[in-house]
């Protein structure tokens, strides 16, 4: 697999940050030339030191950027790629973008047009998962066409439902609504995150299926319909329909029922004249598997199946698109050892998880056997609130479960990140409860466990607040010391460190008439 590239020599990584740096590295690896592109806001992007060359786009807007078609094709024809991999967000699922690289001559790293379509409309492919076998969610398989006629709809499953968008993906556009009450406005909502989003405000009703499991399968089909799958992974740990924590393999999945639904994603997708990588993920529950969505793309948490299979899925993806067999069959995918991924973000999940965009003052990765990081960020680079505030994806590899929780909580107190806020408290908080150690994981256990409440700092009483805030003015060395210890947000330690200077100054009144308000 190591063998240099045939055909392509320039491919144009049509992406940013730790995604663009990932491509990019396979891509030389391979002997192909990486090639990037950039927005006004990435003009100091680590990403742009691993292109070849690279070319402005346009503004920080992603409208005006990343997710301009005409754009990325131009730089791809300037720049004289003859290949462009989307990576995963932007256009990674337009089928309209593979359609332009069609005509253009360039070879898109990914299904094509038709099956990219069918995958994007999700009561389309429900349809054609459908009539493949694959046992699908009870739901609408039209669009709705009011409030009204979802009532109708959710009424005839029996609540809770799950609204979803048409054209949705990445857990945009869907809300969980237990009771005709909350449909109306949560109708509306969907509606309109599914435009603004997608351009399209159509949605459809599932069956919110309780206490359930997200489990996905990768599988690969080459040119000669020679497919494969690479097991499942497990995405369970959720916030809002965000994948946080990733594992493989699931620990509620025997080997039986691996190669059943394995043999199921495969038939899938098959139906559908599939090429290239491509993730069907199902629900899980009462020991039944429903299909949920195809993602045509390849996943944030593929680490973990490189790690467990030992294969370079950027470098399938790739030879693939060159015309070239897979290189493997099914019964010769070895599966080894357990692999996890935890998904660190500028979010403050001591406040919902919300974005924490800035500059990052001090960044230092763990290191060790078994402990991959994938990144795109350094000291000085900056989250902006334009983009996705991923900071990193730390992967760990080690022989069995508990081992790589043991180690991923190790990996992760050796991260060191300053400037903005990070969700490494929740990964650690949420590794040690009872049910993750346990293996018991279904995709609201996040609200459902109150993590939220595992994250609260201790609190101080308030009659010790002035003697605080003027012992950490007199030492502003110890700030940073007492903040640790203490487990306490830094922003709220240097407030009592001014309220301290103010008190030196107006009198320890000052203090006192601070706290009261």
């Known amino acids: ?66 997710l301009s078609i005409p754009k990325i094709v131009n730089a791809a024809r ?24 069609e005509e253009e001559g360039l070879v898109f790293v990914g299904p094509p047009s038709t099956p990219m379509a069918l995958s994007g409309n999700k009561i389309a492919s429900r349809k054609a998962m459908a009539a493949a076998g694959v046992p699908v969610t009870k739901g609408s398989d039209r669009p709705l066409r009011s409030a009204d006629d979802a009532r109708d709809v959710a009424e005839s499953l029996g609540f809770p439902v799950m609204l979803k968008a048409v ?33 399209s405000p159509d949605l459809f009703i599932e069956k919110f299926v309780e206490h359930a499991r997200h489990i996905e399968i990768q599988v690969f089909i080459d040119g000669r ?130 974005p ?23 000291a000085g680079s900056v989250v902006s609130e334009q983009y996705d505030p991923m900071i990193a994806k730390v992967i760990v590899h080690t022989r069995g479960r508990a081992s790589t929780i043991a180690a991923m909580e190790r990996a992760l107190r050796g991260f060191r990140i300053e400037g903005v806020p990070t969700t490494i408290p929740f990964h650690r908080a949420i590794l040690r409860t009872p049910e993750f150690v346990q293996g018991d994981l279904w995709t609201t256990m996040v609200a459902d466990l109150g993590i939220s409440d595992l994250l609260k700092g201790p609190k101080v009483p308030e009659d010790h607040v002035a003697a605080l805030a003027l012992a950490l003015a007199a030492k502003p060395h110890l700030v940073e010391r007492f903040a640790g210890r203490q487990r306490l947000r830094r922003p709220r330690v240097a407030r009592w460190a001014a309220l301290g200077r103010e008190a030196l100054k107006g009198g320890n009144d000052a203090v006192s008439a601070h706290r009261q308000r």
């Open 1 to 66: 697999m190591h063998s240099p590239s045939a055909v392509f020599r320039r491919v144009l990584v049509a992406n940013r940050g730790e995604v663009a740096i990932r491509v990019a590295r396979t891509c030389l690896k391979m002997g192909i030339v990486p090639i990037g592109v950039y927005s006004e806001a990435d003009a100091r992007s680590l990403h742009r030191r691993f292109m070849h060359d690279d070319i402005l786009i346009g503004p920080a807007a992603p409208s005006e950027s990343y």
């Open 78 to 101: 300037d720049l004289r790629c003859e290949a462009v991999h989307p990576g995963y967000g932007f256009l990674a699922e337009n089928a309209e973008f593979v359609r332009r690289c």
């Open 167 to 199: 054209a949705g993906g990445g857990g945009i556009g869907m809300a969980r609504v237990a009771s005709v009450a909350e449909l109306p406005k949560a109708f509306e909502s969907a509606r309109s995150v599914s435009l603004a989003n997608f351009g």
């Open 225 to 354: 319909n020679h497919a494969i799958h690479l097991g499942e992974r497990e995405c369970s740990v959720q916030r809002r329909q965000q994948k946080l924590i990733e594992e493989s393999p699931s620990p509620a999945i025997s080997s039986e029922t691996r190669d059943e639904i394995g043999r199921l994603a495969v038939q899938g997708l098959e139906s559908v004249g599939y090429r290239n990588a491509g993730t069907v993920e199902f629900l899980f529950s009462g020991g039944e598997f429903h299909f949920n969505e195809v993602n045509a793309r390849l996943q944030v948490e593929h680490p973990i199946t490189e790690a467990v299979t030992g294969l370079d899925l950027v470098e399938l993806q790739l030879r693939i698109a060159e015309g070239e067999p897979l290189p493997i069959d099914q019964d010769e995918v070895v599966f080894s050892g357990h692999a996890m991924e935890c998904r660190v973000n500028a979010e403050d999940p001591r406040a919902n998880f919300s």
């Open 356 to 378: 924490g965009p800035g500059r990052i003052l001090e960044y230092r990765e763990p290191y060790g056997p078994g402990i991959r990081v994938d990144s795109g960020v350094a």
